[in-house]
């Protein structure tokens, strides 16, 4: 699944592709990604909108534009397999084609969702979802400060604390097991006892691993994400510990395990991360 580096680098390539264009109509090949809207019902939402810019909150890309000077906005959750690209509207489709914008340039945004748990929702999903969401792993407003306070009562492992999007934005199943390696801890310690050296041990490391790997384009360790002008991610090459079960230990050659922490498979180093 897509997290915050793959979200931003989505974010990043098509901003200067779709902001400026003019939805002219949307097709919809398959309704309940677009909650439920026909290509009528989402072309009376979206067309005659002028796109002005392309915000990113946690996993969200946020839409904006306007329509006779008033603000309409969209957002996009890639969830699992989700793939968003611009192409010329008279190319041919991707048979995993769930959505469609097309602009009055000639260019159209595609959609394209395997799996079919990706969503593409008129206005956004600022409402309910989110007020809700944690800070963002770069704001100057996060710290091993804060993370200690926010997980100090907190008797879940350290794992599933980082995946909770309602106490960090954008981090998920290959960041966490990266960052709690980077860290030096194990997946199983349980917030209550972190001390504040750990907690600011753990904001450095995970910082560090979604620098690195937005400086590779996110990762790519299946078929399903891709830029929008269609490259693979390249951090999935420099995995410690995601994906490597059984391998060496780049730091002891000690076996990296895969265990459940919190029903979710996790991997890590049992010597570098005793603690
Ligand atoms: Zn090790």
């Given at each position: 699944?897509?997290?915050?580096?793959?979200?931003?680098?989505?974010?990043?390539?098509l901003e200067p592709l779709v902001v400026g264009e003019t939805i002219t109509r949307a097709d919809v090949h398959?309704?309940?990604?677009?909650?439920?809207?026909?290509?009528?019902g989402l072309s009376a939402q979206l067309s005659g909108v002028r796109l002005r810019a392309l915000h990113r909150r946690a996993k969200y890309?946020?839409?904006?534009?306007?329509?006779?000077?008033?603000?309409?906005?969209?957002?996009?959750?890639?969830r699992m397999?989700?793939?968003?690209?611009?192409?010329?509207?008279?190319?041919?489709?991707?048979?995993?084609?769930?959505?469609?914008?097309?602009?009055?340039?000639?260019?159209?945004?595609?959609f394209d969702d395997v799996r079919k748990f990706g969503r593409l929702l008129v206005g956004t999903p600022a409402e309910v979802t989110l007020p809700a969401l944690g800070p963002e792993p770069f704001d100057a407003s996060w710290s091993g400060?804060?993370?200690?306070?926010?997980?100090?009562?907190?008797?879940?492992p350290i794992k599933a604390l980082l995946l909770d999007?309602?106490?960090?934005?954008g981090v998920g199943n290959i960041y966490a097991d990266e960052a709690l390696f980077r860290a030096g801890l194990s997946p199983r310690r349980r917030g209550v006892d972190l001390t504040l050296r750990e907690c600011e041990?753990?904001?450095?490391?995970?910082?560090?691993?979604?620098?690195?790997?937005l400086a590779e384009d996110g990762a790519s360790f299946d078929r399903f994400?891709?830029?929008?002008?269609?490259?693979?991610?390249?951090?999935?090459?420099?995995?410690?510990?995601y994906s490597r079960t059984g391998k060496p230990c780049y730091r002891c050659s000690t076996p990296i395990v895969r265990v459940l922490v919190a029903q979710r498979s996790t991997h890590y180093c049992p010597k570098c991360q005793r603690n």
């Open positions: 699944m897509p997290e915050l580096p793959e979200v931003e680098t989505v974010r990043r390539e398959w309704n309940r990604s677009c909650a439920g809207l026909n290509s009528d890309l946020l839409f904006r534009g306007e329509r006779a000077g008033l603000p309409q906005e969209f957002s996009v959750h890639l397999t989700g793939r968003l690209t611009v192409r010329e509207a008279a190319a041919p489709y991707d048979p995993y084609l769930r959505v469609r914008l097309v602009f009055d340039s000639g260019l159209a945004l595609h400060c804060v993370w200690r306070d926010r997980v100090r009562s907190r008797l879940r999007q309602r106490l960090l934005a041990a753990l904001v450095a490391a995970v910082r560090e691993v979604l620098s690195a790997a994400y891709r830029t929008p002008t269609g490259q693979p991610g390249r951090f999935q090459d420099h995995f410690q510990v």
